[in-house]
C-alpha cells in the first residue's frame, strides 16, 4: 500500500488520467442513456469538468517554483565554464521570464475560468431551443427588443452574455499569445538583460475583435440572421485562441525535442503523446467551440457534440495545465531557456564559420 502511495505522489499524471477516463466513461454513458447516468445534464457535467481542472490549477499553479538558486548557478558555472558574471546575466534573464511566463499562464487560466462559468450559466438558465426561432427570423439585436416577448428577451439575453462568453475567449487566448511571445523571444533578444515582453499587439487584437462582434450582435450582418452572426462572434474568438494556442505549443514542442531522450518514465511518456498529439488534437477542436447552434442537428445531437468537444479540451487542459506545473518545478523550462541563452556564443562562433548565416553575427553586435 505505502508503495502505491508513494507511487501516485510521484506520478500525480497517473492520477490525472484516472479522472479523466472516469470523466469520459461517464459522458459516454451519458449519451448511450445508461442506466444511473440518464438523468445527468450532459452540458452541465462537462462544463463543470472544465472548471474544476481550471480552479485546481490555479491553486497548484500558485506552488511553481519560479527562481534558479544560488548554489545551483555555482555548479552550472563549473559544468559550462562560464564566468559568473556572464552566468548571472543569463540567470537574470531567465529568472525574469519565467515570472512573466508564470503571469502569463495565472491569467490565461483565471480568464477561462470566467469562460466556463458563462457558459456553466447559460446552459443552467436558458434554453436554446426555445429561443432559437427568434434568433433565425430577426437580423440584429434592435429587433430583439422591440418586442414585449419573453422569447425575444431571452434571446436578447443569449446574445449578450455570448459577447462576454467571446470576450473571455479572446483574452484568455491574448495571455498564451503573451506566454508564447516570452518563450520566443529568448532567441530573439541580443543581450541578457531583464524586460518586459510587451503583449500591446495581442491585446489590441482581443479588444478590436471583441468591439467587432458586439458591433455584429447589435447591427446585425446583411443578409445573415442572428443565430449565423452569433456563430461567425464564436468563430472569431474560436480561431483567434486556436492561433495562440498553435504558437505557444510549437515551442512546447520543440522544449521536448530536448528531453525527450531522458530517463523513460510514465510522467515522460505523458507528456511526450500528450504534447505531440493531445495538444495538437486541442488546438484543432477548439475552434469547433464555434458551430454548437450552426447546425440543425436536434436537440439531443448538438447537446451530445458540445459535449464531445468541450471533454476533449477537457484533456487538452488536463495535459497543458500539469505540463506547465511540471516543467516549472522540476524546471524543464528554466532549463531550455538557460541552455538557449548560454548556446548563443555558440551559435555566433559557428555564423563566423558558415557564410550563409553569417549575418547572425551582425545582429548580435
Not at 25 to 52: M, Q, W
Not at 160 to 170: D, K, M, P, W, Y
Not at 263 to 291: H, M, W
Request: glycine content about 4%.
Amino acid at each position: 500500500m505505502n508503495r502505491i502511495k508513494k507511487y501516485l505522489s510521484q506520478n500525480d499524471e497517473f492520477l490525472a488520467i484516472i479522472v479523466g477516463i472516469i470523466s469520459s466513461l461517464a459522458v459516454i454513458l451519458n449519451t448511450i442513456e445508461a442506466s444511473g447516468f440518464k438523468d445527468i445534464d450532459i452540458n452541465i457535467f462537462t462544463d463543470s469538468l472544465n472548471l474544476i481542472v481550471l480552479i485546481l490549477a490555479l491553486f497548484f499553479i500558485q506552488k511553481s517554483v519560479l527562481n534558479i538558486r544560488e548554489n545551483e548557478s555555482e555548479n552550472i558555472c563549473k559544468q559550462f565554464n562560464m564566468d559568473k558574471f556572464d552566468l548571472k546575466n543569463n540567470l537574470t534573464r531567465t529568472n525574469s521570464l519565467i515570472g512573466q511566463l508564470y503571469k502569463a499562464v495565472r491569467w490565461f487560466v483565471i480568464i477561462l475560468i470566467g469562460f466556463y462559468f458563462l457558459q456553466l450559466f447559460i446552459d443552467l438558465t436558458l434554453d436554446y431551443t426555445s429561443f432559437k426561432s427568434s434568433l433565425v427570423n430577426k437580423d440584429s439585436f434592435f429587433e430583439l427588443l422591440g418586442y414585449d416577448n419573453k422569447t425575444h428577451l431571452n434571446a436578447a439575453k443569449f446574445l449578450s452574455i455570448e459577447v462576454l462568453t467571446n470576450a473571455t475567449n479572446l483574452f484568455s487566448a491574448t495571455f498564451l499569445f503573451t506566454a508564447f511571445l516570452v518563450l520566443f523571444s529568448v532567441t530573439l533578444e541580443d543581450d541578457n538583460k531583464t524586460s518586459q515582453i510587451n503583449n500591446q499587439i495581442p491585446m489590441a487584437i482581443a479588444v478590436g475583435i471583441t468591439l467587432l462582434s458586439i458591433a455584429i450582435i447589435i447591427f446585425g450582418i446583411p443578409g445573415l440572421n442572428l443565430e449565423k452572426s452569433s456563430t461567425i462572434v464564436r468563430l472569431l474568438g474560436g480561431l483567434y485562441n486556436g492561433v495562440a494556442m498553435a504558437l505557444l505549443f510549437s515551442r512546447f514542442i520543440s522544449m521536448e525535442y530536448y528531453f525527450q531522450h531522458s530517463q523513460k518514465s510514465f510522467e515522460r511518456n505523458f507528456y511526450f503523446y500528450g504534447i505531440t498529439i493531445g495538444l495538437p488534437l486541442y488546438i484543432v477542436v477548439q475552434p469547433l467551440y464555434a458551430l454548437f447552434n450552426l447546425f440543425d442537428l436536434g436537440e439531443s445531437s448538438a447537446s451530445i457534440f458540445k459535449a464531445i468537444v468541450f471533454l476533449i479540451t477537457f484533456w487538452g487542459k488536463l495535459v497543458l495545465l500539469f505540463f506547465i506545473y511540471t516543467m516549472l518545478n522540476k524546471k524543464w523550462i528554466h532549463s531550455y531557456i538557460l541552455l538557449t541563452l548560454i548556446e548563443k556564443k555558440n551559435l555566433e562562433k559557428l555564423s563566423i564559420e558558415l557564410e550563409d548565416v553569417e549575418k547572425l553575427k551582425q545582429l548580435s553586435n
